[in-house]
């Protein structure tokens, strides 16, 4: 078996008062769509910001590619290949479509000026990159909320990335653009990189994931197989109660 792309051991991470990430070990292969489930509070969010850096956690080991890394910095996760796509999909909603593209590549290198031709190049190439099409010139705020989504994803897609996360990717969604995504995201996965998905939804999860990881109060309580999984055990794992019908 080849080595996970990342795998987390005994991660704890806590904020006053309260334990965000209870002794958690998750790992992702390359190429995997995981699917990242659990109530409200459950620890999602806290996951996603250890894997990109974000928090340190008090405890735990992060090795990526097999090589351990002492402490993670958002800059070492992205240059390991981690892009993560939040929920306000952190675009310039005053940019054009052209311009919040060319601007992440921008403002990876020592330039200060882009001009409308080559951003709308750069723009192009990222969105074809992608299969999609969307106006170039259109202010970012006035897109649709599924349109924007595929604009940080395309923005994502422009560095060398090997994991892309995306939290609570469908909430805005209608079932066409739900759709849509899904397929986009198995192209992803064609290219060679892992999804991490968070999710509650029994639907799509059990539609769009490989593998279901559940959380509760900090705490891995389920792991497998989507195949193995329904939606009655993912409601139970998920509130610790059994609601019946299984
Ligand atoms: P989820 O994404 O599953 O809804 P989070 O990871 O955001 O859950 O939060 C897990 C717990 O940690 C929650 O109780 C939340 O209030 C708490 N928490 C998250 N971030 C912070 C923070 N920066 N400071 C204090 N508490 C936090
Ligand atoms: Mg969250």
Redesign the pocket.
């Known amino acids: 078996m080849q080595a996970p792309l990342i795998e987390l051991t005994s991660i704890t991470k806590r ?2 008062g ?1 334990t ?2 209870n002794n958690v070990d998750f790992s992702i292969e390359p190429a995997e769509i995981v699917c990242l489930a ?12 250890v894997l990109s850096g974000i ?1 340190r956690p008090e405890q735990g080991r992060l090795v990526f590619d097999g090589e351990e890394i002492a402490t993670l910095s958002p800059r070492e996760a992205i240059a390991r290949g981690v892009q993560v796509i939040y929920q306000d999909f952190s675009l310039f909603p005053n940019l054009t479509v052209a311009e919040n593209l060319a601007l992440s590549r921008f403002l990876g290198e020592k330039r200060q000026l882009m001009n409308r031709a080559e951003a709308r190049r750069i723009g192009q190439e990222a969105l074809d990159r992608l299969g999609v099409s969307i106006d170039l010139e259109a202010e970012v705020g006035s897109l649709s909320t599924a349109d924007r989504q595929l604009v940080a994803i395309a923005r994502a897609l422009m560095s060398p990335v090997r994991l892309l996360v995306m ?1 609570e990717p469908t909430t805005a969604l209608t079932g066409r653009e739900i759709d849509r995504l899904f397929a986009l995201v198995r192209e992803i996965k064609a290219k060679g990189i892992a999804v991490l998905f ?1 999710s509650h939804k029994m639907r799509e999860m059990l539609e769009i994931s490989e593998r279901i990881v559940i ?1 509760r109060n ?1 705490r891995k309580v389920a792991e497998g197989s989507t195949a193995d999984f329904t939606e009655g055990s993912i409601t139970k794992a998920m509130t610790g109660q059994d609601i019946g019908g299984e």
């Open positions: 904020f006053p309260m965000a990430l659990g109530e409200n509070g459950s620890g999602k969010s806290t996951l996603i910001k928090y939290d968070v959380f900090g």
